[in-house]
């Protein structure tokens, strides 16, 4: 057997273990990756060997291949209901979401045949393991040598778009990919305690191989986001350090160095992997390895980053479980933050391995362009900012009433496991409603929609027609923060902000001006209120003054005859 790994990663591999598969990796000496059918064939090699590895089909993709999922659980079961009722750490690692970044597709196979070698079954002693080895299956089969331009092997490697073209890594609350919602059954079958999404980026150069990107602490909140950032984290960074392979937060600068004045951590938003299972109280983790760093470096910082995972899983497992399964219930009446922004008065001090930059002219362009001397390489006291504020809270309500006809919105709370409860007869109810004033909306496409933002909101009571069928969410239920912040117009990433309701925001119905003057009048000559205000708003308002269909328009909006469906929020709060 090839040996790769570096002295402080080496296993005691016995006979049995040495006749188990050895991935594409292994063999190439550390500069190829296998084929989507390659990877499949590698687990289902390794399941064949020991019935403590099995793997599954768990839905379709986007390709039309199946998403599998590989657990490893040294009691054979296979069976995370078993495991959490028994007290046992579950893990889930993701990888290949971009399949060009294929570093953790090697070390997961590595990892996986790995643990069965005795020595190692410790880890797994009161631990679950669950491992996708391709989610992005369309990207895999898109294979290619030249998409990941700035990146240093391996030799042919997967696309980023999934079969749709899709950035999968965009589309855990929206869900418009057959990816996302098989997704969202395995990780609802699991309920994993731990989760990590393996990545590879750029950004800057820098000493490090591998960086990460925790669920940002203030953002998940509680208990779990103070654990997060003051023991878990630091934690895995001293296991790291131990295993020679040093890391840092996730570089997130453009065209200047990190010394310059310090960077902000990511703020993972529910879209991405991290800030979807944050909606569940997960301990969530992305790592990105370094791409100007070879090929082979980076699957050994990714194996080791697992490894250092399953150690602190190992030995932290009571806290992580118990911080998990303890999922803070969203209280009617409290507020609740639904966007973020980076609070620049808060920044932790860091030491970074960097190396010295500077500007200098472009024998391409002319023009000043960022180059890093590998030369000089420094280690620095910088800031790190990665303390959050919220930017927009609302209060939450008891429950929130949705229209049955919403029947994609439906499917989906039902697929991140909402409880729903029909309303039997039908009935009206005094709720809470919305009505959309300015918001703005982006002027490109962004995986397949036009998204908004700022959106401004008037709320009224309401009494409201509901029907046999309308559903009732109450908010105190474990995917109680899923609902508030996909339900809530303003959220960072709600269902309003994804486009399900774009249909409210067109009038359907309006009024012809020489038939309507005669109807204005009369409107006018029998509401003295609706009188009194379109008079100030003429003398106040020249413009208005001089447009005659404005004019007519103001009397209809504030008549009985304007239609009640134009930017009126369809989803109903009960305070």
Known sequence: ??????????????????QMPQTTFEKSDGTQTGTYEEVITYYRQLAASSVNVEIKTMGLTDSGEPLHLVTIDLTGAHDPAAARENNRTVILINNGIHPGEPDGIEASMMLARDLLEPDNQGLLENAFLAIIPVYNIGGALNRNSTSRVNQSGPEAYGFRGNARNYDLNRD????????????HEIYHWLKPDLFIDTHVSNGADYQYKITHLATQHNKIGGAMGEYIYKEFTPALEQKMNEKDFPITPYVNVFNRTPE??????????PRYSTGYTALFN??????????LKPFNDRVLATYAFLMASLELARDDGDIIRSLHREVPVPRPGDEHPVSWTTDMALADTITFLGYEGSMTESQVTGQQRLLYDRQKPFEKEIPYFNHFKAKETIIIPRAYVIPGGWHEVISLLEANDVSLIEIEADTTMNLEVYHVGEYETSRRPYEGHFMHSSVMLEKRMENVDLHAGDLIAWVNQPSGRFLVETLEPQAADSYFAWNFFD????QKEGFSPYVFEDLALDLLEK??????????????DPEFAGNWYAQLNYIYEHSDYKEKAHLRYPIYRLP
């Open 527 to 540: 509401d003295d209120a609706l009188r009194i205000a379109f008079e100030e708003k003429k003398e106040s």
């Open 503 to 506: 249909t409210i925001l067109q």
């Open 260 to 269: 310059e004045r310090g960077f902000s951590q990511f703020l993972d938003n």
């Open 282 to 291: 997960t301990l969530g983790f992305m790592i990105e390895t370094h791409m």
């Open 1 to 18: 057997m090839k040996k790769i790994l570096p002295a402080l990663l080496l296993l005691s591999f016995t006979t049995a273990l040495a």
């Open 172 to 183: 855990f609350i929206k869900a418009d990919t057959r990816n996302a919602r098989s997704f």
